[in-house]
């Protein structure tokens, strides 16, 4: 009994993988809205920009480009009361690289960062050429009022 539950466990993995792989291929982004600063999701599960919060990205890009680190951007965020994309009071220096490391903000898409390995465990990790990926040049409009920036 347990072999069909694990074989119907299976076969549903499968059929996942191929619509979310279908939905890569048609160049659909796909984004954690909860934690996903500038943006909302639209009725369609597209990306809307949420001006209030594109704000606060912009600040991020114009911080970075006069010279500020990562950190200092991050304290300057707090100074100003600004929640991090989780909406806690303090910011990371990760969490600010992340954001300026992210294609999404250029309003591109980079699609299948990571793949599930095995359908039991359902383990996550990095892509590195496995399966493929799709880049998807203006996907979406862009949040950030620097559309050619490219990290370091």
């Not at 279908?22 to 943006?39: E, M, W």
């Not at 369609?44 to 890009?61: D, K, M, Q």
């Not at 010279?67 to 990760?94: H, M, T, V, Y």
């Amino acid at each position: 009994m347990s072999s069909l539950a694990q074989e119907e466990s299976r076969s549903i993995s499968l059929n996942v993988t191929w619509g979310w792989r279908k939905r890569f291929a048609d160049g659909k982004p796909v984004v954690p809205f909860s934690h996903f600063l500038g943006y909302d999701r639209g009725e369609n599960g597209e990306l809307i920009v949420n001006e209030e919060e594109a704000e606060t990205v912009r600040l991020i890009y114009g911080e970075f480009l006069s010279g500020l680190s990562f950190n200092a951007i991050g304290r300057k965020l707090e100074a100003l009361g600004i929640k991090s994309p989780a909406g806690k009071d303090n910011w990371q220096g990760c969490t600010v690289k992340s954001i300026l490391t992210n294609e999404k903000y250029k309003g591109c898409a980079l699609l299948q960062k990571q793949y599930t390995e095995d359908y039991l465990t359902k383990k996550v990790v990095v892509n590195e050429g496995v399966v493929p990926q799709y880049f998807v040049e203006d996907s979406h409009e862009c949040c950030s009022y620097v559309n050619t920036f490219a990290p370091p």
